[in-house]
Nanobody, 119 residues
C-alpha cells in the first residue's frame, strides 16, 4: 500500500522556520521524483519545489527561491522541505507528491500538513 505521510507543519511567526517531512512507503522511493505543493485558502494549488529521484537537481517556485530548500534521504525514504524566513503568504496546506521518473502515471499524493504563518 502506497503511503506518503507529511509532518512538521504548525503555527509559526513571520520570519520563523519550519521543516516539513514526508515519509514514503509502498513503492521504490529512489525511482521517484518528489515535489512539495501547497494550496492556500481560495487559491489554486501551487508547485513549490521539486527534486529528482537521485537528488541531483532541484527546482523552486520564484516565490520561495532563496528561502526554501528541498532535500531527500533515499535510504530513509523521506523528502524534506526546509522553510526559512516564512511570510504570512506562505500559509497553506502543504502536500507531498511522488512521480515515477519514467512512468508519470505512477503519481501519488500525501494528505497534507497545515502551515500557518501569523503573529
Amino acid at each position: 500500500q502506497v503511503q506518503l505521510v507529511e509532518s512538521g507543519g504548525g503555527l509559526v511567526q513571520p520570519g520563523g522556520s519550519l521543516r516539513l517531512s514526508c515519509a514514503a512507503s509502498g513503492f521504490t522511493f529512489s525511482t521517484y521524483a518528489m515535489s512539495w505543493y501547497r494550496r492556500a485558502p481560495g487559491k489554486e494549488r501551487e508547485l513549490v519545489a521539486t527534486i529528482t529521484s537521485a537528488g541531483d537537481s532541484t527546482n523552486y517556485a520564484d516565490s520561495v527561491k532563496g528561502r526554501f530548500t528541498i532535500s531527500r534521504h533515499n535510504a530513509k525514504n523521506t523528502v524534506y522541505l526546509q522553510m526559512n524566513s516564512l511570510k504570512p503568504e506562505d500559509t497553506a496546506v502543504y502536500y507531498c507528491n511522488a512521480v515515477h521518473r519514467l512512468v508519470p502515471r505512477y503519481n501519488y499524493w500525501g494528505q497534507g500538513t497545515q502551515v500557518t504563518v501569523s503573529s
